[in-house]
């Protein structure tokens, strides 16, 4: 089973849209067909911007909560080690630099991060979503 860790702009751009990689992305999560990989930190990321972001469109914090409940049930948790924290140009990044670095995984992200031009080449793939599937 293919494991990948979606980038927040890649959740939040399914839930505004109905098109393009993003949803795909997430319905295809839905239909059990990858594995998401989530850790607490990750997971804190994604509550913090979507409600800063979707609930000025007419979300409410209980369906994000909620939301996030159904997407918790579908992921596989990760524990990062607190012993060592990637360094990142970006300090948003290094969650997901971190969750992946330590699963080997996947990283899908609506934009091309700071990470593969900051630091050479990482222990990991970083994907923009319509890639992810071709």
Not at 13 to 35: D, H, Q
Not at 53 to 75: K, M, N, R, T, Y
Not at 113 to 129: D, K, R
Request: hydrophobic share 45%; proline share 7%; net charge negative.
């Amino acid at each position: 089973m293919i494991r990948a860790i979606l980038d927040t702009n890649v959740v939040l751009s399914a839930l505004r849209s109905r098109n393009g990689a993003s949803f795909e992305i997430m319905k295809r999560l839905e239909l059990g067909e990858f594995t998401l990989l989530l850790s607490n930190t990750v997971l804190a990321e994604y509550e913090e911007i979507l409600k800063r972001e979707l609930v000025p469109l007419g979300f409410s914090h209980v369906w994000i909560e909620q939301f996030l409940d159904e997407l918790c049930l579908e992921a596989q948790s990760f524990k990062p080690s607190a012993s060592w924290k990637p360094a990142l140009p970006d300090p948003d990044d290094e969650p997901l630099a971190q969750l992946a670095m330590e699963s080997k995984i996947v990283i899908l992200s609506r934009t091309m991060s700071g990470i593969s031009l900051q630091t050479g080449s990482p222990p990991f793939a970083w994907l923009i979503p319509r890639l992810f599937w071709t």
